[in-house]
């Protein structure tokens, strides 16, 4: 006990230690400060089909700070689901793209674009998650066939029953579906045929070498098989080359998202890059 103790003031005096402290605190304070101060930015990130026409975008987050500039995903999200502002930052995600959905409704040229939103993990589990969708729909009078939830595998398996559960009844109001970051987890095709999916998104990490490594290019030629034996459409990440994009082609894969179509960018300039495809 005395030796743990001995260790734990030892550590407190690293500095090291004490500026990763330091750092977890303010990034924290400043997080809460980031949402009352609205300074989150939705960036859409185009997806197009074999031809390279617009089918939607990914919505994507980005948190555009006073000082440091442009922060992305990574660096607060996984804060935000452990002190809890993933419910907020989640649900003002959810509202702001069912209307922007809404207002693509009222357009020619974007009435057809449906949005893939990412919900993490404590947002899917949340007690009041199915209403808090509804609400967003009935709020914006959207179609929901036109939003689509990115969810992940290891999420998933959670507890499977309860995401189900979750899955159908927002299935049955015609919510779609996507297990993004394909291929990283732990999918067993068991459950897998269970979720009601509309779509499987092959990780970026077998597109990056597709075009020169033969083994990851068996795997994405086994997962397309297999998602169109359990009826899914397969979507590609990450795609940024024309030569990924042909062997995407030549295995199956119909719809793509990467640099090589668009990057992640704010919605004026978003509508204007699909006014031109
Ligand atoms: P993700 O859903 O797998 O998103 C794909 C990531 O790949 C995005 O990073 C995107 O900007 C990036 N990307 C797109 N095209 C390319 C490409 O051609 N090459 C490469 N190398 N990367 C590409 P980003 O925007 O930094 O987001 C990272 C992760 O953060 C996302 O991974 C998602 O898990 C999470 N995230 C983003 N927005 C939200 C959000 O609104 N809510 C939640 N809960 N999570 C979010
Ligand atoms: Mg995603
Ligand atoms: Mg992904
Ligand atoms: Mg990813």
């Known amino acids: 006990q005395a030796k743990k103790a001995g260790r734990n003031a030892i550590r407190f005096f690293d500095p090291k230690m004490q500026d990763a402290i330091n750092h ?23 997806q197009v089909d074999i031809a390279g026409r617009p089918l939607g975008a990914e919505v994507l987050i980005r948190w555009i700070h006073p000082e440091h500039g442009t922060i992305f995903p990574p660096t ?64 914006h009078a959207i179609n929901p066939a036109m939003l689509k939830l990115e969810l992940t595998e290891s999420m998933l398996l959670d507890n499977i029953e309860d995401t189900i559960r979750t899955m159908n009844i927002l299935k049955e109001i015609g919510i779609q579906f996507s297990l993004d970051d394909f291929g990283t987890g732990y999918s067993s095709l068991q459950y897998l045929k269970q979720l009601p999916l509309t779509q499987l998104k092959i990780d970026k990490s077998f597109v990056h070498d597709i075009a020169v490594d033969n ?32 062997v995407l082609i030549n295995s199956g894969c119909t719809c793509f998202q990467g640099f090589l179509f668009g990057q992640p960018m704010p919605i004026e300039q978003f509508v204007d890059q699909v006014k031109l495809m």
């Not at 605190?25 to 939705?42: K, Y």
């Not at 922007?100 to 974007?110: C, I, V």
């Not at 674009?113 to 009935?138: G, R």
């Open 24 to 46: 977890l605190v303010n990034l924290d304070r400043e997080l809460r400060v980031a949402i009352e101060r609205q300074q989150f930015q939705l960036y859409f990130q185009v």
């Open 76 to 139: 607060f999200i996984p804060l935000a689901e452990d002190n809890g502002l993933i419910f907020t930052i989640g649900k003002w995600v959810l509202d702001m793209a069912c209307a922007q959905l809404k207002a693509w409704e009222l357009e020619a040229s974007t009435r057809n674009l449906k949005l893939s939103i990412n919900v993490s993990a404590k947002q899917f589990h949340q007690a009041d998650f199915i209403k808090q969708v509804k609400t967003a729909i009935k709020n």
């Open 215 to 246: 083994s990851d290019q068996a795997i994405v030629r086994t997962t397309i098989v297999m998602a169109q034996t359990l009826n899914l459409e397969v979507i590609a990440e990450g795609v940024e080359t024309i030569e990924q994009r042909n």
